[in-house]
């Protein structure tokens, strides 16, 4: 079993920056690949960013170049570092763990969300 939390989530004005934090706990010793997911009022829950093991990253298009993910293994914890932040990036963010099928994330454990909220 795998425990995630998230914390980090608040408002921001648009353009500016915030960092949320994913602490991973229980048997994460078969946790292929972290993620970062996404879901706003009336859309689907979607992909933000990913982070294999071995460090392999991959983005949504509609993020990149604006946000980085990137993982502590020593303290078990995912982060997420937004800069310059849109309206359009509002929504609840989970953070996942699970397995990989290729290059694919598969989500098995997901944490609470945490919302993030960008004022124009």
Do not use: H
Not at 6 to 20: D, F, K, N
Not at 33 to 46: C, D, I, L, S, V
Request: with cysteine; glycine share 14%; proline share 2%.
């Amino acid at each position: 079993q795998v425990r995630l939390v998230e914390s980090g989530g608040g408002l921001v004005q648009a353009g500016g920056s915030l960092r949320l934090s994913c602490a991973a706990s229980g048997s994460i010793f078969s946790i292929n690949a972290m993620g970062w997911y996404r879901q706003a009022p009336g859309k689907q829950r979607e992909l933000v960013a990913t982070i294999t093991s071995g460090g392999s990253t991959n983005y949504a298009d509609s993020v990149k170049g604006r946000i980085t993910i990137s993982r502590d293994n020593v303290r078990n914890t995912l982060y997420l570092q937004m800069n310059s932040l849109e309206p359009e990036d509002t929504a609840i963010y989970y953070c996942a763990a699970g397995g990989l099928l290729g290059s694919t994330m598969i989500p098995t454990y997901w944490g609470q969300g945490t919302q993030v909220t960008v004022s124009s």
